[in-house]
């Protein structure tokens, strides 16, 4: 990317003399050569334009954005300026380490001011670079973020910024809103997992039920035959809920279903993948810090909906579901 020098210089102001004219009009081009290759002054020195490629690559993300709410990175429907915010970001991250400094101090500024930072607007688009170039270095940050009360509108997208860090699947905080369906993508055996992950740490049973199929509803309704839902939480939940808790989880399987979301990967809006209409999946559960807390094969069954029954909607449908909620519940504690 080239720079615009800003320095200014003095036209030479025409006496009359068209010999004189032609001798500054002379030095002026020679001026201007010396400010473009050297990045000179012509009153010497060094032009002020020394700002770090990252840095001016990282204001142009929020030019003609004044509010964060106009990002809408995580819905369907991206403008033109959008994919074009999203091809800068891409080129922060294959900058690598060099872009760090400028990344950290534009972070630094929102976690202080929220949605008063100068970077705000960029929410959606810098943790996400950041951790795709920090790796689990990036998490004590972007963890940070995600507890911020400040950073709600971004909270998303750091959630998942901080399972590109960790190399999970998906990292479920327990303050997570429980949507239906996430981006512009057909749903995946993540969506019904990540419910039933939150719904068993808010203790929300009627979520809960509605992550499950025929089969986990069954075996809940056996578990609940002789016994309250209340009963059943203080028998399987060991500990007070807590904001901090978090657990995250990585699918032991190739492809898009394995890999965290996100915004500035390779098939980020259209994750294509093969659609069973049941599947089995190898999991390896984390805490909040992305270490493992053990391993359970997941089952999901497939439900067809819809006018005309082409859309996949899928549900957790093992038989021990007890054992899962178990698994979940270790995880979770602190």
């Known amino acids: 990317m080239w720079l615009i020098p800003c320095c200014r210089w003095q036209e030479p102001k025409l006496d009359g003399s068209l010999a004189m004219a032609a001798t500054r009009g002379t030095a002026a081009i020679g001026i201007l050569l010396l400010v473009t ?9 060094l032009c002020q334009t020394n700002e770090q490629p990252a840095c001016t690559l990282i204001r142009s993300l929020v ?7 106009e990002r809408t990175w995580f819905s369907c429907g991206l403008t033109r300026e959008d994919q074009k915010d999203i091809a800068t970001a ?19 500024s929102i976690e202080k001011q929220g949605e008063e930072s100068e970077f705000a607007a960029a929410g959606g688009l810098l943790p996400e670079a950041y951790a795709r170039i920090q790796g689990l270095d ?13 950073l709600k509108y971004m909270s998303i997208g750091c ?7 960790l190399g999970l699947t998906s990292y479920v905080p327990t303050f997570r809103p429980a949507v239906k369906v996430s981006a512009c993508r057909a ?5 019904p997992l990540d419910r039933l992950i939150v719904a068993w740490e808010m203790g929300d049973r009627e979520l809960l039920e509605g992550s499950l199929g025929p089969n986990a509803k069954t075996a809940l309704g056996a578990l609940l035959e002789h016994r309250s839902w209340r009963d059943l939480r203080a028998e399987l939940w060991h500990g007070s809920f807590s904001a901090d808790m978090a657990v995250g989880y990585k699918f032991d399987v190739r492809g898009p279903w394995s890999e965290a ?3 500035l990967g390779e098939d980020a809006l259209h994750r294509a993948s093969a659609r069973p209409e049941h599947v089995d999946l190898d999991t390896r559960f984390a805490n909040s810090s992305g270490s493992s807390c053990g391993d359970y094969r997941v089952r999901f069954v497939g439900a067809a909906f819809g006018r005309n029954r082409f859309v996949l909607s899928y549900a957790v449908d093992n038989s021990d579901i007890e054992m899962l909620l178990r698994l979940i519940t270790s995880c979770a504690e602190p």
């Open 37 to 45: 290759v050297f990045g000179l002054s012509p009153k010497g020195g």
């Open 138 to 150: 990036a998490y004590a940050r972007l963890r940070r973020l995600i507890g911020n009360p400040r």
């Open 261 to 263: 979301e996100g915004i």
């Open 187 to 191: 749903e995946e055996p993540r969506d």
């Open 159 to 165: 959630e998942r910024s901080v399972a590109i860090s």
């Open 90 to 108: 891409k080129s922060l991250v294959e900058m690598g380490a060099s872009a760090i400094p400028c990344l950290e101090k534009a972070l630094d």
């Open 63 to 69: 030019q003609g954005h004044q509010k964060p709410g």
